[in-house]
């Protein structure tokens, strides 16, 4: 039945059991005014909101001797937490490649899903100094296609920096980048965008040999301007020396606690992921968000399937005396 045919039919009601004008209009207008779908951005802005952190922030941190911390994000709820934990850099991985979209390796990710994913993580990222990974296949062919990509990350990314791996091959490209105006972090060791090249996902350094080239590459991403560098699967005491012959941080994952600071992927540390799951021997797991989610997830199909849920206490109420009128309309349809 037509609502013009029911409001019709509620002008022959007593005044008093008779929708009101403004009663019919009110949940359009409510809806305007009052969000009730949980399909809404999360949380609230903090009372106390922290600075935002800056390349000037990091500096002053690796100054002072102070670790500075790192985790990767890849959509808006997983960069909120972190931005809300207080962490200072907040990197939008090519690893989303795997965990979050399903993915073989990082190598199968392409840009324009890189970009969606740090849109998402900008939204949710006051604080920290956010990050995007140049994905494979998006930087290597020459400078100048690097620098268009880098571009991209901040413009649409709304990153405040990007990271690119690779050593002294890499140095012209993070000139011509940093040239820009556009901070990078540098990636050496096990890079694993190579790791077809490396046999694997092995770690580096390991011989003298080993160590002197990361060595080398850590000192050429320097020379050519990155602000920061990520030094990945190498010996604990190769770390060590290597941040000590820099002059900027050194940010490790799977390189000892003798680094400026570390980075882990926030899926790996969290637990968010079914056991038996491969973990590298360097990650630390800090939480159980699997468990903690299968259970709830569970205990709602049970009160869904007993219906125990929803309960009164979750259902929105409608007047009785539009229920009457509302009733004997359906009855006539």
Known sequence: MHLTSIARSCAILPRSTRPSHHA??????????????????????????????????????????????????????????ADAAGMDMVLVGDSLAMVALGMEDTSEIVLEEMLLHCRSVARATKAAFTVGDLPMGSYEIAPQQALETAIRFI???????????????????????TTAGIPVLGHVGLTPQRQNALGGFRVQGKTAFGAVKVLEDALAVQEAGCFAVVLEAVPAEVAVIVTRKLSIPTIGIGAGNGCSGQVLVQVDMTGNFPPGRFLPKFVKKY???????????????????????????????????????????????
């Open 155 to 177: 413009k649409e990314g709304r990153m405040q920096g990007i990271k690119l791996e690779g050593g002294k091959e890499m140095a012209p490209t993070i000139a011509k980048i």
């Open 24 to 81: 019919l209009a009110r949940p359009l207008f409510a809806l305007s005014q009052t969000r009730q779908s949980s399909h809404s951005p999360m949380g609230t802005p903090p009372a106390n909101p922290r600075k935002k952190v800056t390349v000037g922030t990091l500096r002053s941190l690796h100054k002072r001797g102070e670790p500075i911390t790192m985790i990767t994000a890849h959509d808006f709820p997983s960069a909120h937490v």
């Open 287 to 333: 939480g159980d968000v699997w468990a903690e989610s299968l259970k709830a997830i569970e205990a709602y199909r049970d009160d869904v399937k007993s219906r125990q849920y929803p309960a009164p206490e979750h259902t929105y109420q409608i007047p009785k005396d539009e229920l009457v009128v509302f009733a004997e309309h359906a009855d006539k349809v």
